[in-house]
C-alpha cells in the first residue's frame, strides 16, 4: 500500500514538474512581453519586434526595435539573468539585474519623454521588479527642436539604492543658440533620489569660430543646496593660444553667477570689435585675472593683467603699422543690459614708463533713445620722454627724434549726447600740460629755431607737383609783416583764428567743435587748426591727413611757440599761406590776382584772398571765370560786417569796402578753359 501511494506521489511531482516546465515559462513569457509593452507605451512608443526567449536561468528580449513618429530604438539584448515569479495568480517577476547592450537611439523623442524625464530609469513597475540596470554600447543620434545630441559609445549603471553612473563619449551637440560642442567624454553621477551629484566632462571642445576653439581638459559641475551649481574648468585656447582656468557657482533660482578666471597667454582678437582697426588678431594675448558677478541682468568685472601683441593699421592713423602695442592695466566696470548702461568706474593702465587712469560711462537715453558717452583720462607728471616714449614709434616718429627734458601731465573730460549732437557740440575740458616740458635737442630738419631766420619747405601737390616755398629776405615773394597790409592781418585772424595774439597754439574750445564735426560726418577729419598749427603743418610734416601727424602737429605746435615770437609766426604765415595752384603768400597772391603789392590791398581784396581758405584751388575757379558770384560777395559782406563788429575796421573802411567790386588782374589770365585743367592737374583729377 505504502509503495502505491509512494509511486502515485512520484507521479504528481513528475507530472507537477512536467507542467511547471510547461506552464511557468510560458507566464514569465506572457509577463515580459507584456511588460516590455507597459514600459514602450509609457514613453509614448510602440513594440514593432522583439524576440523574447525565457529559460530557467534568464529572459532574454534580442532585436528590441521601439518606434514612435520620427523615432526609432533600437536594442541588440536584454538579459533578466536568474530571474523568478514572485505571485503567480497576478504574475510578477522578480530580477537582481537587468542588463542591455547594444542601444541605438535616432529621432526626435516623443513628448512622453518629457513627462518621464525626473524617473532615474523609467523601467519597472508592478510585474517588473529589480535592483540594479546596466546599459552598455550606447549610440545616440536624437533631436529636440533646434537642439541635437550625438555621441559614438557610451554606458549607464544605475541601483536603486546607490544612484546612477552615466558614462559617454564622443558627444557633440549642436544649437542655433550655442556653439558646437564636442567632448570626448561625460560622466554624470546621481544619487539614489535620482538627483544628479556631479557631471565631468573631459576633452571637451568649444568652437568660437572656424579657427579658434576652446579645449576643456576638464569641466566638473556640481549641483550644491537651494539650486545652486559649482563649476570648476580646466583648459586651453586652440591651436596654441593660450590657458584658462576657471571656478564659481551658479544660483539656478535667481539667475547669479559668480565666477573667477585665470588666463595665460590667452588670445583676445576675437573679442576686440570689428571696427577697431587690429591687424593679426591671432597675436593678441592676455595673461591675467578676471572676476565676474552678474545678476538680473547686471553684470560687475574686475580685471586686471597684461594685454599683449596688439598691431594696429589705418592709414587714417598712421603711415605704418603699430606694432606689438599692449600694457598692463586694472579694470572695475558695470554693464546693466535693461539700464543701457556700461560704467567703467576705473581703468589705470601702464605702458612703458607712462601710467594713466580713466573712467567711462556709456548710457542709452530713454528719451531719445541715443547713446551719451562721458570719459576722462587723469595722466600724472611723468617725464616727457618717458611720454613719448610709451607713443608706438610709426604713430610720433617725428617725436622720438627729439631729445626731451621735464615733465608732463594732464587731464581731459569729454562728454558726447548723440541725441543731441545735432545741434549741440561735445563738450571738451581740460588739457595737457606740455609747460613742464623742453627740448633739449633736435636734428636741424624739426628744430624750432629754423623759423627765426631764412628758410625754405617744400610741398607736395595731390597732382604730384613738387613746389619749394621760400621764406628769405632776398626773395621778392618774401615780406616782413609791416610791408603787407593790415586789412590782411585782419582779415586772417576774422576767418581762420581770432584768438591768434592771445592762445598759445592752441583753440580749446574749437577741439570740441571739430570733434562734433567728425561725429556728425562719420567721417576721420580734422580741424581746430591754429594759425599756428597751419604753419608747423605745412613747414615740417606732409600733407597727409593721419592722426599721427595730427599728435605730432599739436606738439609742434606748442614747441614752436615757445621759441617763435607771435609777430614772426604772422609774418610767416602770410608769406606761406597757399591761396592758389602754386600760389604761396600774400605777396605772390597780391600780385597775381589784382598786380598789387600786398601792402597796398583794400580790405575787401584781403577778406576776399582769406576767405579762400581751406580750398584754394577749388576756390581758384573765381579767378578762371574772371568773376566772384553774387553769392560769394554775400558771404564777404557778411565776414567784413564780422571785422567792423571785432573793431578790426573803421566806418569809413568798413562803408567802402562794402561799396567795392573785386576785379581781377588779367595780365597773368591765360583762358578759362586753360585755368580749369590747372586746377584739375594740381588737384590731381
Not at 500500500?1 to 504528481?12: C, D, E, F, P
Not at 593683467?305 to 603699430?322: D, N, Q, S, W, Y
Not at 633736435?442 to 619747405?457: G, I, K
Not at 571785432?646 to 586753360?674: H, K, Q, W
Request: charged share 25%; proline share 5%.
Amino acid at each position: 500500500m505504502i509503495r502505491k501511494i509512494l509511486l502515485i506521489t512520484a507521479g504528481v511531482l513528475v507530472a507537477l514538474a512536467a507542467a511547471a516546465a510547461l506552464i511557468v515559462p510560458r507566464v514569465a513569457d506572457r509577463t515580459a512581453r507584456r511588460q516590455l509593452e507597459a514600459v514602450a507605451r509609457a514613453w509614448g512608443l510602440v513594440v514593432l519586434d522583439a524576440d523574447v526567449h525565457v529559460g530557467w536561468d534568464d529572459i532574454t528580449v534580442r532585436n528590441l526595435h521601439l518606434a514612435a513618429p520620427g523615432f526609432s530604438a533600437k536594442v541588440r539584448q536584454v538579459r533578466l539573468p536568474r530571474w523568478k515569479i514572485t505571485r503567480f495568480f497576478t504574475p510578477s517577476i522578480r530580477v537582481d539585474e537587468i542588463l542591455v547592450d547594444g542601444v541605438v537611439i535616432e529621432g526626435e523623442p516623443p513628448e512622453a519623454w518629457r513627462e518621464r524625464r525626473s524617473e532615474a530609469a523609467g523601467i519597472g513597475g508592478r510585474r517588473l521588479a529589480w535592483d540594479r540596470l546596466t546599459v552598455r554600447g550606447v549610440a545616440v543620434d536624437v533631436t529636440r527642436g533646434d537642439f541635437r545630441l550625438t555621441t559614438q559609445d557610451g554606458s549607464w549603471r544605475y541601483s536603486h539604492d546607490g544612484g546612477g553612473h552615466l558614462e559617454a563619449v564622443q558627444v557633440k551637440l549642436k544649437s542655433p543658440y550655442l556653439p558646437v560642442y564636442f567632448i570626448d567624454a561625460a560622466t554624470v553621477v546621481t544619487g539614489a533620489a535620482h538627483q544628479i551629484e556631479s557631471v565631468k566632462l573631459a576633452g571637451l571642445v568649444w568652437p568660437f569660430s572656424k579657427d579658434f576653439e576652446l579645449h576643456m581638459a576638464s569641466a566638473l559641475l556640481k549641483p550644491e543646496a537651494e539650486g545652486r551649481l559649482a563649476f570648476n574648468v580646466e583648459g586651453r585656447f586652440l591651436p596654441d593660444r593660450g590657458a584658462l582656468s576657471a571656478s564659481g557657482r551658479y544660483d539656478r533660482r535667481t539667475g547669479r553667477l559668480v565666477s573667477h578666471a585665470e588666463l595665460h597667454d590667452a588670445w583676445v582678437g576675437l573679442l576686440i570689435p570689428e571696427i577697431v582697426p587690429v591687424r593679426h588678431r591671432e597675436a593678441a594675448r592676455f595673461s591675467g585675472k578676471v572676476d565676474l558677478t552678474r545678476e538680473a541682468g547686471v553684470s560687475d568685472v574686475t580685471a586686471e593683467g597684461a594685454l599683449t601683441g596688439v598691431t594696429v593699421f589705418h592709414p587714417r592713423i598712421a603711415p605704418e603699422p603699430m606694432r606689438d602695442l599692449g600694457a598692463t592695466f586694472e579694470l572695475t566696470a558695470r554693464h546693466d543690459a535693461g539700464a543701457g548702461l556700461l560704467d567703467v568706474s576705473r581703468l589705470s593702465f601702464t605702458h612703458g614708463r607712462l601710467t594713466a587712469t580713466a573712467t567711462a560711462r556709456v548710457q542709452k537715453d530713454p528719451a531719445t533713445g541715443k547713446l551719451q558717452v562721458g570719459a576722462e583720462l587723469d595722466v600724472p607728471s611723468t617725464p616727457c620722454a618717458d611720454a613719448v616714449a610709451a607713443f608706438p614709434p610709426a604713430l610720433v616718429p617725428n617725436l622720438r627724434q627729439l631729445r626731451l627734458g621735464g615733465a608732463v601731465d594732464g587731464r581731459l573730460r569729454v562728454f558726447v549726447d548723440f541725441g543731441k549732437l545735432a545741434t549741440e557740440d561735445a563738450k571738451l575740458t581740460g588739457k595737457i600740460n606740455l609747460d613742464g616740458c623742453r627740448v633739449l635737442a633736435a636734428p636741424p630738419h624739426l628744430r624750432a629755431q629754423r623759423l627765426l631766420h631764412d628758410f625754405d619747405f617744400t610741398q607736395v601737390e595731390p597732382g604730384g607737383q613738387r613746389v619749394t616755398v621760400e621764406v628769405a629776405a632776398d626773395n621778392e615773394w618774401t615780406r616782413p609783416l609791416e610791408e603787407i597790409s593790415p586789412h590782411m592781418v585782419s582779415a586772417v585772424l576774422t576767418t581762420e583764428d581770432g584768438a591768434f595774439w592771445r592762445h598759445h597754439g592752441f583753440i580749446t574750445s574749437e577741439f570740441a567743435t571739430a570733434l562734433s564735426q567728425n561725429l556728425r560726418a562719420g567721417k576721420f577729419r580734422f580741424g581746430a587748426s591754429s594759425i599756428t598749427m597751419q604753419i608747423v603743418k605745412n613747414v615740417y610734416f606732409e600733407r597727409k591727413k593721419t592722426l599721427s601727424r595730427k599728435l605730432e602737429e599739436l606738439f609742434f605746435t606748442w614747441y614752436v611757440e615757445q621759441v617763435v615770437p607771435k609777430k614772426r609766426l604772422m609774418e610767416i604765415y602770410l608769406n606761406i599761406i597757399e591761396l592758389g595752384p602754386e600760389l604761396y603768400g600774400v605777396p605772390r597772391a597780391a600780385q597775381h590776382f589784382f598786380n598789387k603789392e600786398p601792402a597796398d590791398l583794400t580790405a575787401r581784396e584781403s577778406i576776399f584772398l582769406a576767405s579762400l581758405l581751406p580750398s584754394p584751388k577749388r576756390r581758384y575757379a573765381f579767378y578762371c571765370n574772371q568773376a566772384v558770384p553774387d553769392h560769394w560777395n554775400r558771404a564777404l559782406d557778411r565776414l567784413l560786417a564780422i571785422m567792423r563788429r571785432r573793431g578790426r575796421l573803421t566806418a569809413e573802411e568798413y562803408d567802402a569796402a562794402l561799396a567795392e567790386t573785386i576785379t581781377f588782374d588779367p595780365v597773368e589770365y591765360t583762358s578759362r578753359d586753360e585755368c580749369h585743367r590747372m586746377i584739375r592737374r594740381y588737384q590731381g583729377k
